[in-house]
């Protein structure tokens, strides 16, 4: 027994000593980490021509920012409005767009967004390891892959420059801690989705085939209750990444209503784990959030308000970028079967016609592009359809000024960015019966509706239908009251203010 006490004894020594040692060689990194970051903040701001003494940094996490989607106008907008209002802010973007130059995202912002930035006040990080957050490096455990690529990543963004306070705009949340531990400076959030959501439980625990459940592990028992436990433990661990934020934004009513359910999460078996095992070292000292704010992403309706209500082409318009998310694949079925059951669309003098404007970021994005071409020749819609990818900013105005109806199929999407252009603009939008669109968008307006929801190809023929068989009386009131809404409601004037709502401010020091 002395013996194995003594052994004991000994290993728990050496156990303590490693720790110590790794511990104080990391705060040696994160001390000459920190140490360095004083000369790169006097660099960045004699090559702006601004006080470094005067000046303090904002850095948005956002590795897709020229990307040229919803989640781009939310961060545009906000940086451009910071601009305007705080003189003494300088913010950064840690972007992956490695293939584009800082005047070339400006001038892309410009011709998407309607958008100026100013270069002086505006600066980029660029991170050379975005591979390891693309869906395509991580074959199997994608959630897991891609969130330990974030950690990368931050880590990376903060090795070249840390800011006063990083914002995530892009739903990376497991970067919060690298960032926390590394730099110790607060870390807020704009959430247009969740990661995962008790929805992706319950999918997997019924067991219902999903873009992200296949058929293989939806029809086995054993891959379902695996990947169930994989979700849980996942769940557990992003729910802590949350709750270490100082504040949190979401874009919707359903985002903000997962979000402040995970953030209630909890799990008996790793909270009895990690009594044994205490999370204060990965614990902000920001961190106090409980539940999240909601802020609607901002649509410029100011010019696309003044399109004519009348006189508009017989063409149905998606707005979307080419991910797997955004269910491309039912809306043209959903043509398809519209065509087929009211042949009368199929006129020769006026036929419908359906228009898919999105963006493509990727070699996966352009496979799913050729894959809905082929689907539209499968299908016998090559007459009748178009595909607009990367359209510039002045072209998809273009079709929002002439297009009647404004398609959106994507299940649980967060907001709808697009389906409230397709509102200001004068569309009557037809969107999936769920998330955003049916929450806060499509909603009735002076107790009358304002666009249809459908849940299935059959529903989403048959809304497009309706839209397209409006008499003429009742097609320009129904124009009038989505445009309204949508004005009043989502404008950047109202997204600004949320936005300084937030508190953003008070986390940073401004001279």
Request: hydrophobic share 40%.
């Amino acid at each position: 027994m002395d013996l194995i006490t003594t052994v004991s004894t000994g290993l728990l020594a050496i156990w303590m000593l490693c720790s110590v040692s790794v511990w104080v060689l990391f705060r040696i990194y994160c001390t000459k980490l920190q140490t360095a970051n004083i000369r790169r903040r006097i660099d960045l701001m004699r090559k702006l021509g601004r006080n470094p003494k005067s000046q303090a940094l904002v850095g948005f996490f956002h590795p897709y920012c020229n990307a040229g989607g919803g989640g781009e106008r939310v961060l545009w907008t906000a940086i451009a409005a910071i601009q305007r209002t705080e003189p003494n802010i300088v913010t950064i973007v840690y972007s992956g767009d490695t293939d584009a130059t800082k005047d070339e995202i400006i001038s892309k912002v410009k011709a998407r967004f309607d958008i100026t930035l100013d270069p002086v006040a505006l600066d980029f990080v660029f991170l050379t390891s975005r591979r390891a957050i693309e869906d395509s490096t991580w074959r199997y455990f994608t959630l897991l892959g891609q969130s330990l690529g974030s950690m990368y990543l931050a880590w990376e963004a903060m090795s070249k420059l840390i800011p006063d306070l990083y914002i995530d705009t892009m739903g990376y949340a497991f970067t919060f801690h690298v960032v926390s531990i590394l730099t110790g400076i607060p870390v807020g959030a704009y959430v247009h989705y969740p990661t995962i959501s008790t929805s992706m439980l319950n999918r997997v625990k019924s067991r219902k085939k999903w873009h992200t459940n296949s058929d293989v592990i939806s029809s086995s028992t054993f891959l379902s209750q695996s990947k169930l436990l994989y979700y849980r433990i996942f769940m557990y661990y992003y729910a802590l990444s949350l709750k270490s934020a100082a504040f949190i934004m979401v874009n919707s009513s359903w985002t903000q209503n997962h979000i402040d359910e995970i953030l209630q999460y909890s799990d008996v078996l790793l909270d009895t784990l990690h009594r044994i095992i205490p999370l204060k070292l990965i614990h902000s000292k920001y961190g106090s959030v409980t539940s999240a704010q909601i802020v609607y992403p901002p649509c410029d309706t100011r010019e696309i308000s003044q399109f004519p209500l009348t006189g508009r082409d017989r063409v149905i318009l998606s707005l979307a970028q080419f991910r797997p998310e955004k269910d491309h694949p039912t809306q043209l079925r959903a043509f398809s079967r519209l065509l087929k059951d009211c042949p009368e669309h199929i006129n020769p003098t006026r036929p419908v016609k359906l228009v898919l404007i999105g963006g493509s970021r990727n070699a996966g994005d352009e496979a799913r592009v050729q894959n809905l071409r082929s689907l539209a020749k499968d299908l016998n819609l090559e007459e009748n359809i178009e595909f607009v990818v990367n359209a510039p900013y002045p072209t998809m105005l273009n079709w929002l000024s002439k297009a009647s109806i404004g398609l959106s199929t994507m299940v649980d999407e967060h907001f709808g960015i697009n389906v409230v252009e397709f509102m200001a603009a004068g569309l009557i939008p037809v969107a999936h019966k769920s998330g955003g669109p049916l929450q806060d968008i499509i909603v009735p307006f002076q107790g009358q509706p304002t666009g249809y929801h459908a849940d299935s190809v059959e529903a989403f023929a048959g809304a497009l239908h309706s839209a397209l068989s409006l008499s003429t009386d009742e097609d320009l009131a129904m124009r009038q009251r989505a445009r309204a809404w949508a004005v009043q409601r989502f404008s950047e004037e109202e997204f600004e203010k949320g936005w300084n709502a937030s508190r953003w401010k008070s986390f940073i020091s401004l001279n």
